[in-house]
């Protein structure tokens, strides 16, 4: 029962609903033995999209508050492919892996999320966010790809020149973007992504971005309130009623 359970959350979250792809995603760690508390969150996880399922993920800028509403996100001048990355430190209290999170925009529209523990112990905030961050790249250059493949087929879609990636941690944003930084942090085993770093930095731009912007917060923990709401709308989820 538990199993069907989260399993049906799991294809709305994967799907429709970023907004409890944390949710979810923490349930989905105890399928083989949950226990009666898991049963009880996951229940109430029901009860709020029951509350919220005239919800719908509107890909338009015109009708949701732009991403890049926000003075500090302008920094990122002509992008149009911006993707927000976060991570939680040693959030397991079992095995003190680290949680990434990720969602990506395409015009302002979310065009891809998730959120997931990562597969190994982070010694510090910074290696972290710093995986979060290579996480991040790799599906950009995916999307990127695609993108501009879709662009050969058929001039009338918007290409995308340029890539910006926003973290609320300027030094692993700084580690990202300098081979000289990566080479220095010895503690962090980045070997496999150097070549993968370089070849993207002239085509993608780090910024810093303060955690009251930071989109992929709702990815990675809880959080009040009012900053669900402001990052439920950033993603694009709004009622029915206000299209």
Not at 45 to 61: A, G, I
Not at 79 to 100: G, P, Q, V
Not at 146 to 172: E, G, L, M, P, Q
Request: proline share 2%; aromatic share 10%; hydrophobic share 35%.
């Amino acid at each position: 029962m538990y199993r069907q359970l989260i399993g049906s959350l799991m294809q709305l979250a994967t799907c429709t609903r970023p907004d409890i792809s944390y949710s979810v995603s923490i349930f989905s760690q105890f399928l083989s033995n949950p226990a009666r508390r898991h049963w009880t969150l996951a229940r109430r996880v029901v009860n709020y999209f029951k509350t919220t399922q005239d919800s719908v993920l509107f890909l338009s800028s015109e009708q949701v508050e732009p991403v890049t509403n926000s003075p500090m996100l302008k920094a990122a001048g002509n992008s149009e492919l911006l993707t927000f990355t976060d991570s939680d430190f040693a959030f397991c209290e079992e095995t003190r892996k680290s949680r990434s999170g990720a969602c990506i925009f395409f015009c302002d529209s979310l065009i891809y999320w998730k959120s997931g523990k990562q597969n190994h112990v982070s010694r510090s905030t910074t290696e972290a966010v710093f995986y979060a961050l290579l996480e991040g790249i790799t599906k950009v250059e995916f999307l990127h790809d695609v993108i501009h493949f879709a662009y050969k087929v058929d001039k009338r879609i918007h290409n995308c020149k340029k890539t910006s990636i926003f973290c609320d941690k300027s030094s692993a944003g700084k580690i990202a973007s300098s081979i000289e930084s990566i080479a220095r942090t010895k503690h962090i085993e980045v070997a496999h992504s150097l070549d993968s770093t370089r070849n993207c930095q002239k085509r993608i731009k780090f910024h810093y971005v303060n955690t009251e912007n930071q989109a992929a917060d709702i990815l990675t923990k809880n959080v009040v309130k009012p900053l669900f709401e402001k990052f439920k709308k950033r993603l694009g989820l709004i009622s029915s009623q206000e299209m």
